[in-house]
Each structure stands twice: as structure tokens, then as C-alpha cells.
């Protein structure tokens, strides 16, 4: 989700050795920092979550085993793709529940699919850091347009900007005529949701007659997709507004964002994130991508040692911030097949599943693309001999909308190249 742009140094070799030694020492004192957290967070849930005791057995591992960050990476990681298989089987949300779910706030639903649980504390993905970074706090009033509807991120934003004392209009996605009528009318100084959402607002603010260069709207915090240099520009060139890039998941929140610098994704220190090779679970050194691997202190629901099925690495170099945790280089693709469209993840699969299921279909092709910098969800269709082509292609948009969360366009086409696959991602990200 962050641009992979360096500031360039101009440091003798002593100096960089030097350097590179105090950051290497800086990111090893941040790791160390969890080391009694989580021995306390594996010893609970060795006890209170069956899924994570089985984990551990199979590894030959118990709590006294696991007194670090260093000895965590014994334990194999959980995949995300797993999750939905272990909620389906076993109760409790695959075993890893240790609440009854009558005691949380609210229960979410993301692709796959996967329930999100969230307890009753305020700001439980732990958001409010990552707003007052960016300048958010008492006086802004933020158009919140994540999504409400089942998925989490638009309440979990929302609790952030009001834990940093933020006023929210929960917006949601749609209705852009009446968003941008609330944002004259109430003083707008602030956004949430995807870049290309409020490139979209903006634009059509303007063909209604509005400019919103005279609004009081100045920064934003953008998620769930990347946010290309070409984008960030027009935003702060064209209308002022500062924005602020963060990187998060449905089951973990808030897992890094951008300081006053906006030079990489600062680590939370209350979550522990490692970057790890993604063929043994080994931690890799600063500079190196590897795969997102999380383990949250949350004790009504483990997730320890969790693969979200992102790549990233440790920035190896530091600028000058205020925040003085390891950053994160951003998003550098996934782990999995999977990929992120308009903020949502859709795996091949589970699109495979959903097309199939039509009747009257001989092949088929999903392209992702980019246009606009909006995303682009397409389903080329081969019709079977005598299929209705009208009522194929509403099919298989109601049935993709149903399973992944998306509206697409459907083309008939006459064929597809041999071969060919049936899901390809266009989108390049400049």
C-alpha cells in the first residue's frame, strides 16, 4: 500500500556501518520489547483456546517452550485461507474464540467466508494512533467512507477517529450527491476510505458546481488499496489535502501507518509484526521482503503467529519522525493467490465456485484491471450452445456480487485462447 520510493543518503562507509548497526539494534530493542507479552499471550491461550493448544502439540511445543519473540517463530504460522475451514468445523470461531460470542460488541463477515469478532472495548483495532499521527484529533470532522455493510472496516475507522476525538459522518460507499452535500454543509475537514473513493467525490463534486479547493476538507487516510505517487499528487497538488497512507486486516487492524514524514508504515507497538521467509517462518533481516506474520495480545480471541497473506519488509533506514518505531516499506504484494480489489480480497477460488455454479456456461475469464485509478472487475463468458445470453450474464453477476462481495461486468465473448487463464490480474501501479 505505500509507494517503494527511497530517500537517497550521502553517508562515508564508516558512517552507513555505523548506521546500519544502530538500526539494526533499534529494530532488535522494539522486538525484544514483546518478549514478556507474549509468553503470557501463548501460556493463556495454550489454555483457553483449543485451536491454539492443537497447534502447539502438533509442534511439540508448550508455554514454557515459547519465552520470546525469537522462540515464538518454533510455533508454525495459521493462514488466512485456513480460517474459514476451522470456523466452519470447529465451534468457538474454529477454537480460537475464548469469549462466549454473546459477550462481544459485534460479529463481521469478510470473503471466504471469515467471522471477525469484535469485543466491547472501545477502539479494539486500535486505530486512534495511526489518526493522531496524521494530525486527526478534536475539532475535524471526518466523512468516513469504508464500508459498513458485514465487513468491519467502516466501524473499526470509525472507532479510531472518535477515540483520537474526531466527529464521523458514517458515509459509507455510494450516495455521492448527498456525501458531498454533507461535506458543504457540515465543514468537512477530513477523510476516510479508499483513495480512488475520494477521487471519485471530488470529481463529481465538481460536475454538480462545487470547488473543493474552498472546502475546509485538508487531510485524508487512505487504506485497502494502493495509493500511487501519480494519485497522492493530484490529492495534495490539485486540492490541498494531506494524506496519510495506513496498512491493516479484518482480523487484525491496525498493523502499520504513516507519520508526519510519511516515509514508510510505523509498526503499532500493541500488535507484534514480524516479516518472515515465507518457506520456513523465520524472521528475515531489514531490507528483505518477506510475508506479514502477526500476533495480536487480545485474549478473547488468539490469533498468534498469523500469516495475512501480505508481502513486505523493515525499512533499513530512518528518517527523521517522531514516532521511533520500525517502518514497514509498505505493501509489496501477496503471499497467495489472492488480490485486494476496490479494498476487498478475492480469491480465484472462490470465484471459480461462484461462476461455475451458473448453468449455460461453456468458459470463462475474470480480469482485474485498473482505469481511472478505480479498479475493474470483469467476467468474459463463453455461452454454452443455446444458452440465453441476457439472463447468463445477470447470473453471473448476481453470483459473483453474492460471493465476493463486488459488482463486475459481464462480456460475452465467442472464445477464449486456448489455454488461457481463468484469472488474470492487468493492473500495473504508477
Known amino acids: 500500500m505505500l509507494w517503494r520510493r527511497e530517500r537517497s543518503y550521502t553517508l562515508s562507509s564508516w558512517h552507513r556501518r555505523t548506521f546500519i548497526l544502530f538500526m539494526d539494534t533499534h529494530i532488535e530493542t522494539y522486538y525484544n520489547s514483546f518478549n514478556d507479552r507474549v509468553h503470557e499471550i501463548v501460556a493463556y491461550g495454550y ?4 485451536a491454539l493448544r492443537k497447534r502447539m502439540e502438533a509442534a511439540q511445543l508448550t508455554p514454557a517452550d515459547i519465552q520470546s519473540t525469537t522462540d515464538l517463530c518454533r510455533l508454525p504460522v495459521q493462514r488466512k485461507e485456513d480460517l474459514a475451514t476451522l470456523q466452519r468445523e470447529e465451534p468457538g470461531l474454529g477454537g480460537m474464540l475464548t469469549v462466549p460470542i454473546s459477550s462481544l460488541r459485534r460479529v463481521f463477515q469478510s470473503p471466504g467466508p471469515i467471522h471477525d469478532p469484535e469485543p466491547d472495548l472501545p477502539d479494539s483495532w486500535r486505530w486512534a ?6 494530525g486527526f484529533g478534536p475539532g475535524d470532522i471526518v466523512l ?3 464500508g459498513y455493510h458485514l465487513t468491519p472496516a467502516g466501524v473499526m475507522f470509525e472507532e479510531g477517529a472518535r477515540a483520537a476525538g474526531c466527529a464521523v ?10 456525501q458531498i452535500d454533507a461535506m ?5 475537514t477530513a477523510y476516510a476510505g479508499l483513495p480512488s473513493y475520494l477521487k471519485n467525490l471530488l470529481e463529481k463534486a465538481r460536475e454538480m458546481g462545487h470547488d473543493p479547493r474552498s472546502w475546509p476538507l485538508n487531510k485524508a487516510f487512505v487504506s485497502a488499496e494502493p495509493l500511487p505517487p501519480s494519485l497522492r499528487a493530484l490529492f495534495e497538488e490539485e486540492y490541498g489535502i494531506t494524506v496519510y497512507q495506513v496498512y491493516g486486516t479484518a482480523e487484525c487492524g491496525n498493523l502499520g501507518y504513516e507519520g508526519k514524514a510519511r516515509h514508510g508504515l510505523h509498526l503499532p507497538d500493541d500488535a507484534l509484526v514480524q516479516i518472515c521467509d515465507i518457506n520456513n517462518g523465520q524472521p ?5 521482503t518477506g510475508e506479514v506474520i502477526v500476533t495480536l495480545f487480545r485474549k478473547d480471541y488468539i490469533l498468534v503467529r498469523f500469516a495475512v497473506g501480505d508481502l513486505s519488509a523493515i525499512m533499513d533506514a530512518s528518517p527523521a519522525d517522531d514516532i ?15 488480490v485486494k480489489v476496490r479494498g476487498i480480497f478475492v480469491h480465484p477460488r472462490h470465484a471459480d465456485e461462484a461462476v461455475r455454479q451458473v448453468p449455460g456456461l461453456a468458459a470463462y475469464q475474470i480480469v482485474v484491471s485498473r482505469h481511472e485509478h478505480r479498479d475493474e472487475l470483469t467476467c468474459r463468458v463463453v455461452p454454452a450452445p443455446g444458452a440465453n445470453h441476457s439472463t447468463l450474464t445477470g447470473d453471473i453477476a448476481a453470483a459473483l456480487q453474492e460471493s465476493l462481495k463486488l459488482r463486475s461486468l459481464v462480456e460475452i465473448v465467442d472464445f477464449l485462447p486456448e489455454g488461457a487463464k481463468t484469472f488474470i490480474d492487468e493492473r500495473t501501479w504508477e
Do not use: E, Y
Open 169 to 178: 459522518i458514517p458515509a459509507g460507499i455510494g450516495n455521492q450527491a448527498q
Open 284 to 288: 528475515v533481516p531489514p531490507g528483505q
Open 129 to 134: 494512533p495511526a489518526f493522531r499521527a496524521g
Open 144 to 146: 468516513n467512507a469504508f
Open 47 to 50: 489454555v483457553h483456546s483449543p
Open 184 to 188: 458543504v454543509t457540515l465543514g468537512v
Open 324 to 338: 521511533l518505531t520500525p517502518r514497514l516499506a509498505g505493501w509489496l504484494g501477496r503471499s497467495s493467490d489472492s
